[in-house]
């Protein structure tokens, strides 16, 4: 059985495809019964598409792979933690538990609206957080040299 770590680790290898890319260093899997169904990782900039956040291009293959709307079973484990746009979808989604990396202090849910998740989704928060902190610190470091 794997565990946060291990799919905390598979999230941050999309994230560092996002990087290697010169997406924002974002990478989400969605896993269900203990394998993952669904990977995204930031394209915001692939597809001239504000909304092309990990979490949602996720957050899509998974309906589309259950071929349902819902993933109350499911767990989506991201390097950074979810803006409110991709928390609402989480919400409808109602997503059964998020498995966060790092905090996102000026636009995390949390900040803007902690109450934004459908009340039964459980969070953990601070896996392999210093790792997805890292790599977004030097994506944003190499944007500024």
């Avoid at 291990?6 to 290898?13: I, N, P, R, S």
């Avoid at 803006?83 to 998020?98: P, T, V």
């Avoid at 202090?105 to 890292?134: I, M």
Wanted: net charge negative; charged share 20%; glycine share 8%.
């Amino acid at each position: 059985m794997f565990d946060d770590e291990y799919f905390m680790g598979m999230a941050l290898a999309l994230a560092e495809s996002a990087f290697e890319e010169g997406e924002i260093p974002v990478g989400a899997v969605v896993v269900g019964r203990n394998r993952i169904i669904a990977k995204g990782y930031n394209q915001t900039e692939r597809l001239t598409d504000v909304t092309a956040h990990a979490e949602l291009l996720a957050l899509t293959a998974a309906e589309q792979y259950l071929n349902s709307k819902y993933l109350t079973d499911c767990t989506l484990y991201v390097t950074l933690e979810p803006c409110a746009m991709c928390a609402g979808a989480l919400a409808w989604a109602q997503i059964g538990r998020i498995v966060i990396g790092a905090p996102d202090p000026k636009r995390g849910y949390s900040n803007v609206q902690p109450s934004l998740l459908h009340p039964k989704t459980r969070v953990t928060t601070g896996v392999l957080a210093d790792e997805s902190l890292s790599l977004l610190r030097n994506f944003f470091r190499g944007l500024r040299t």
